[in-house]
Nanobody
Framework: QVQLVESGGGLVQFGGSLRLSCVVS????????VGWFRQAPGKEREFVAA????????NYADSVKGRFTISRDNAKNTVYLQMNSLKPEDTAVYYC??????????????????WGQGTQVTVSS
């Protein structure tokens, strides 16, 4: 059994920053990939960023490159998403996801088996 628990969402003004956290517990393997996705009202869930635990390689959506940074803390089994220069279009529910079967860092929702409950991020203009 795997549990993913997100935290750190909230309301922030245009240009502000937030840091999301995702604690991964339960069955874990070093080759896991942990990603962040987001879903705005009326839209499909979309990839934001992901990191391979072993080696630390990362992948970002074009819309967040240069503004968001994904990182991990091995000792705390936690993945972070530092979000800077936030825009109203970043408003969404942000989900943490993980999988142990991926050869690469997938951007597809269907490739991730485990999901957290989500945390709301709202950016006011």
């Amino acid at each position: 059994q795997v549990q993913l628990v997100e935290s750190g969402g909230g309301l922030v003004q245009f240009g502000g920053s937030l840091r999301l956290s995702c604690v991964v517990s339960g069955r874990t393997f070093s080759n896991r990939v942990v990603g962040w996705f987001r879903q705005a009202p009326g839209k499909e869930r979309e990839f934001v960023a992901a990191i391979r635990w072993s080696g630390g390689s990362t992948n970002y959506a074009d819309s967040v490159k240069g503004r968001f940074t994904i990182s991990r803390d091995n000792a705390k089994n936690t993945v972070y998403l530092q979000m800077n220069s936030l825009k109203p279009e970043d408003t969404a529910v942000y989900y943490c996801a993980a999988d142990w079967r991926l050869a690469g860092i997938s951007v597809e929702v269907y490739d991730y088996e485990y999901w957290g409950q989500g945390t709301q991020v709202t950016v006011s203009s």
